[in-house]
């Protein structure tokens, strides 16, 4: 049980192009869901935090405009790339809380993002 | 602000070997702390999760030991075998209340076990 879900799990685009990223959790309820980038040898950074129907907290030096973070459901967000440059390829990773499981938190297997 | 250290950044050791891997934090008021495992290019696997009340946490032939008020934790792989090969990262979550449920992560220690 505790299942996360990514799709895509990789997707190669062009510069200027948007690109969305969902994130599921396939047996439980998530209300809360995060959304991480990890660059080569390095940790996993946090984005933002996604609650439920309500707007993403973002973190400090994470542009909103440019990450745009859906949660329309307990068990769906996502995050749309906007106008992507190759900075902003990177490993994307989700995270969902489970709050019927001590509030631990269970990661998806990631999304590549490749911006030629 | 948080900062959790891993060390070392990278380790290689002859199968059968007993290994420790280190992590550290600086705000010692935590709520709990977790190891992870990350294969290439792949997503996180948990591997134990420690609360801030617990002093180590089992599972298998991994033990994870948690000293708060140091800031310390290490994970104890005994027996290790190739298929333990990857990336083990240590996170934290801080003990602030509320519904702040982040997770501050080291960089991690590459682990290669060598048949």
């Known amino acids: 049980g505790a299942v996360v879900s990514q799709h895509p799990s990789r997707v190669i685009c062009k510069s200027g192009t948007s690109v969305k990223i969902e994130c599921r959790s396939l047996d439980f309820q998530a209300t809360t869901m995060f959304w991480y980038r990890q660059f080569p040898k390095q940790s996993l950074m946090l984005m933002a935090t996604s609650n439920e129907g309500s707007k993403a907290t973002y973190e400090q030096g994470v542009e909103k405009d440019k990450f745009l973070i859906n949660h329309a459901s307990l068990t769906l967000s996502t995050l749309t790339v906007t106008s992507a440059h190759p900075e902003d390829s990177s490993f994307y990773i989700c995270s969902a809380r489970a709050i019927d499981r001590g509030n631990e938190q269970f990661f998806g297997p990631g999304t590549r993002l490749t911006v030629l | 602000k948080q900062e959790v250290t891993q060390i070392p950044a990278a380790l290689s050791v002859p199968e059968g070997e007993n290994l420790v891997l280190n992590c550290s934090f600086t705000d010692s008021a935590i709520y709990n702390l977790q190891w992870f495992r990350q294969d290439p290019g792949k997503g996180l696997t948990s591997l134990l999760l420690i609360q801030s009340s617990q002093r180590e946490q089992t599972s298998g032939r991994l033990n994870a030991s948690l000293d708060k008020s140091s800031g310390r934790s290490t994970l104890y792989i005994a027996a290790s075998q190739p298929g333990d090969s990857a990336t083990y990262l240590c996170?934290?979550?801080?003990?602030?209340?509320?519904?702040?449920?982040?997770?501050?992560f080291g960089k991690g220690t590459l682990l290669t076990v060598n048949p």
């Open positions: 996170a934290v979550r801080l003990n602030s209340g509320g519904s702040n449920y982040k997770l501050t």
